[in-house]
């Protein structure tokens, strides 16, 4: 049985990539997985941890080449804000921050409202508002 799960994810300066974080209101486990290589992003009531790590060490990992997050999505990592207020809020944060999005937060199936944006490395982070009684 899986007791854990965690996201890796290759970026190109690990201090660039917590700071654009840190903006966006992210916390980060300071006792795992920090190091001058990597740092530990805690995400939601359950502390899911993805794992930012430079890209050369990420490649050493999987022995492969990165995804060009130009041209190509590796995958679309969705978290939840508690109302659409706060998916506005975190979408500017991370314009602000210095991240992309050309989408507009809107209202998807009646039930949930959202909007996608890019980190500094490309990887692109759905923020999502579901209102579970319209659904």
Partial sequence: MIKEFWINLPVKDI???KDFFTKLGFQFNTDLGNSEHSVCLLMGA???VVMLFQATIFEGFTNNDICNTS???EVL???DAPNKTEVDNIVQKAL???????H??????GWMYGAVFSDLDG???NVLHMDMSKR
């Fill in 15 to 17: 201090n660039k990539s």
């Fill in 46 to 48: 359950k502390n899911v």
């Fill in 71 to 73: 041209r190509s999505t």
């Fill in 77 to 79: 990592l969705s978290y």
């Fill in 96 to 102: 602000d921050a210095g991240g992309v999005s050309s």
């Fill in 104 to 109: 507009i937060p809107k209202e998807m199936n």
């Fill in 123 to 125: 990887h692109k982070w």
